[in-house]
């Protein structure tokens, strides 16, 4: 017990875990550059396009942390499609009430 | 046949990995589940409940959306982001908790569950400064709507992180004693966690992001 190589792991699935994490973090800095883009050092000001990207950037997360974290990547086919089924539908509810709230108010 | 020999078996097409060696027989890898099915349907479930949360916010946030960002405006958010970050960060050494756990590296299995575990008391930590920084500035659940929008889902997330603590209780019991070790179980542990992570995500964009 602990005595096993690290190697045992192999080093490919630890980098790409890696590259994978700095993406994350990447956007998730990226969403701070958006909204600065959009205050400034002001009062905070409405954006139908940084709410959009943000929804956006957060469902492309997601499924990264399905695919990868969750490692639904090596999963059935049946998980994959139902977890990007899955995105799809948390991205269409989340921009539809959005924009309908918009709309009817 | 050991529990974990088993729950590697679908590993591979061939004979099932010995504990700490490379599989053999064929080398393309079967397609898996992780974890167990019925934690998949939780996590979907969790993600379609959450999502009708933060689609009833965002419809009332469309309706007045200058209140709302007047309030926002009262996040932090560098501790938003830290959270993020936080639970990001833990996600990852949970793959790598169960990527050693495959590969029958149980102490470094264990090290990687004990760091995704002090990472999540960290961010713990972090959303317990910023409710304290918000209560003592005069807000709390009933100030205005976008305060009870954000109180409920940081709270609900919050609950779902206790119940994270008890997965990984589960995961550092299942690796201390190799007879009653079940690769299946420490799987079905790290998917709970990632959709404690998940579920900040979207949280932290609709709350702290958006405009």
Redesign the interface.
Known sequence: ??T?P?A???TE??RR??L??LL??AI??G??A??WS??GHG?????TV??TV??V??LV??RF??R?????R????L?CR??DL?VL??GA??L???????A?? | MTEIARAEQPETAGQPAAV???PAGESK?A????GQPDM?VL??FE??AF??Y???Y?????????SF??S??QLS??LG?ID??LL??S??F???C???S???????AMVNVVVTGLLGVAFLGCKVTEWVRLARAGHGFTSNEFFTYYFFLTGIHFLHLLIGFVTIGVLVYQLRR?ERRSQEIV?TC??YW??V??LW??I???L????
């Open positions: 017990m602990g096993e690290e045992a792991i192999g699935p630890k875990a890696l994978v994490w994350l973090s998730t800095l969403y701070l958006l909204d959009v205050d009062a905070y000001r409405a954006s940084v709410t943000a929804i950037a957060a997360k997601v942390i399905f990868e974290f969750m490692r639904v090596n999963a059935p086919v998980l139902l977890t899955w539908l948390i509810a989340l539809g009430s959005y924009f309908a709230g918009m009817v108010h | 700490g060696q490379p890898p397609r898996v589940v992780p998949w996590v979907l993600a379609l999502t009708a933060l689609g009833v965002l419809y009332h946030r469309a309706a007045d959306n200058a960002l007047q926002q405006a958010p560098w982001t993020t970050l990001l960060t996600s990852l949970m793959l790598r169960v990527q050693a495959r590969a029958g590296q149980v102490r470094a190799r799987e790290a998917v990632h959709t992570d998940l995500v979207l932290f964009s609709l702290y992001v958006v405009r």
